[in-house]
């Protein structure tokens, strides 16, 4: 079952997500009375500068534009001429600098009806004092006239550029450990919903997401401390939950729905979800907090001083949840709902209640993960949730179906393999790394790392 889920979440991710984000980033037609200035901003690992800053000036006046989940950004112009592109370093990732700050502000020329591209590589300086063609920062290929035969703007570089370094592998394996740990915060809720009910949820992304716009809404609109909005949309992620269960997957456990077709309705209610975030908070990046982090040096590592809380928070309350399914009664009938139901129900144990309680906690988990997460990757959006779910299903298939530990040990895997691919090959195909981890793990232990064999036949 959770196997064709993953077919069918592929699918969904390769025909649906990819022509909506491109759209979301366009966001400038050049025609006879526009032009278009924009680019796409990578870090030194050739992975999305999100939330990044940028001010235009020129005949047509001032305006302001911000990277969005791929990097990409762009600014539409009402008037021809020069205009200068200023880049908000306060606003660059944590540890990023311009790789040619004599650069920043950039001037170029737009025409009407055309499309001009503004370069603001990231990195370490280059011999020479040279920004050159960097891959770090290249025109958006999906705004930018195409003059060469299709491949204007495609990422050329690859993280692996700057060569292998001790340090650096450090740094990749902290960023792949805090990571993994907050992918596991997400992916532990999946697992115990599937593990209990047998249900794969393709809407649990659109919690993550929830999570996080929930905070933003608290620290950006309602003016709340960072802590206060935090604790409020994890409340109310385990509301949704709540709500949830009772309005829509516990009447149709009722009607004896099959697992087949609810699984259907959970994609359905994943894009009805994404979309309604995108109508209500826009396709362009949201960041939680708008300050400059505070960066740490542990030995060869920098990591911020938001990511070292992120990593105790997650691991206090991953350590909370072992200790509930472990040291408590209830989460010994929780135990006992995942392993046979039938026989949990025949010893007194009230499954529907263990269920809706397992919903609660697996969306709270899940705004938590949301919240942690955009802190960590410096901005938020309507789709976050749904671009971390394959991750998020092969970190509970790789560590064993409906096994809550099983998806900590293969969220941590998952993260260590996505952030320490980026030392041979391209970021853009770091994930395709990880889900080949994936495989080659199953097909020598189908079970998953913690999953326990079952016979056949």
Same mark, same amino acid.
């Given at each position: ?270 894009? +009805?979800?994404? @979309? ?6 826009? &396709?362009? /990046?949201? $960041?939680? =907090?708008?300050? %400059? #982090? ?25 350590? +909370?949840?072992? @200790? ?6 209830? &989460?010994? /009938?929780? $135990?006992? =709902?995942?392993? %046979? #139901? ?116």
């Amino acid at each position: 079952m959770l196997a064709l889920g993953v077919l069918v979440l592929s699918f969904f991710l390769a025909v649906a997500v990819p022509g909506t984000a491109r759209a979301a980033a366009a966001g400038c037609v050049a025609d006879a009375a526009t032009g278009c200035i924009n680019g796409t901003i990578r870090t030194s690992t050739q992975q999305p500068a999100v939330g990044v800053v940028l001010d235009i000036e020129g005949p047509g006046g001032t305006s302001q534009a911000t990277t969005d989940a791929e990097g990409r950004w762009t600014a539409p112009v009402t008037e021809a001429g020069e205009y200068t592109v200023t880049l908000d370093t306060a606003t660059l990732p944590a540890g990023e600098t311009l790789r040619d700050p004599s650069a920043n502000p950039r001037t170029v020329t737009v025409a009407l009806g055309s499309s001009t591209g503004a370069l603001f590589p990231l990195g370490e300086p280059a011999a020479g004092g040279g920004s050159g063609d960097d891959a770090t920062s290249e025109p958006d290929p999906d705004t930018t006239a195409d003059t060469s035969d299709g491949e204007v703007g495609a990422p050329t570089g690859s993280s692996a550029d700057g060569g292998f370094s001790w340090p650096r592998l450090a740094q990749q394996a902290s960023s792949g450990l805090v990571f993994g740990l907050l992918l596991a915060l997400a992916s532990v809720g999946l697992s115990l919903i599937y593990g209990t009910t047998g249900l794969s949820n393709f809407a649990h992304g659109e919690q993550v997401t929830l999570g996080a716009i929930l905070a933003y809404v608290g620290v950006q609109s309602l003016g709340l401390p960072l802590l206060v909005a935090g604790l409020l949309a994890v409340l109310l992620g385990a509301a949704s939950g709540w709500v949830q269960d009772a309005g829509l997957w516990h009447p149709l456990r009722k009607r004896r729905v099959g697992t087949t077709q609810q699984m259907i309705v959970t994609i359905g209610l994943s894009m +009805a979800l994404q @979309y309604t975030y995108q109508f209500f908070f826009g &396709g362009s /990046a949201l $960041r939680i =907090v708008t300050t %400059n #982090p505070t960066m740490v040096t542990l030995g060869p590592v920098r990591i911020s001083a938001t990511s070292l809380w992120s990593l105790l928070i997650a691991a206090v309350v991953l350590a +909370a949840v072992a @200790y509930f399914l472990l040291g408590t009664r209830v &989460g010994r /009938a929780t $135990r006992a =709902v995942s392993d %046979n #139901p039938a026989l949990a129900a025949a010893s007194g144990i009230t499954v529907d209640r263990i269920v809706r309680l397992v919903w609660v906690l697996g969306a709270a988990l899940a705004a938590l993960g949301g919240v942690l997460m955009g802190l960590y990757l410096n901005a938020t959006s309507w789709n976050m949730g749904g671009a971390l779910l394959l991750l998020m299903f092969a970190a509970v298939t790789l560590g064993g179906l409906g096994q809550a530990f099983g998806a900590l040990a293969g969220s941590i895997v998952i993260g260590l393999v996505v952030e320490m691919s980026n030392l041979v090959i391209p970021s853009d195909m770091r994930y395709a790394g990880a889900l080949l981890i994936l495989i080659l793990v199953l097909l020598l232990r189908p079970q998953g790392i913690l999953g326990r064999a079952e016979r056949i036949g």
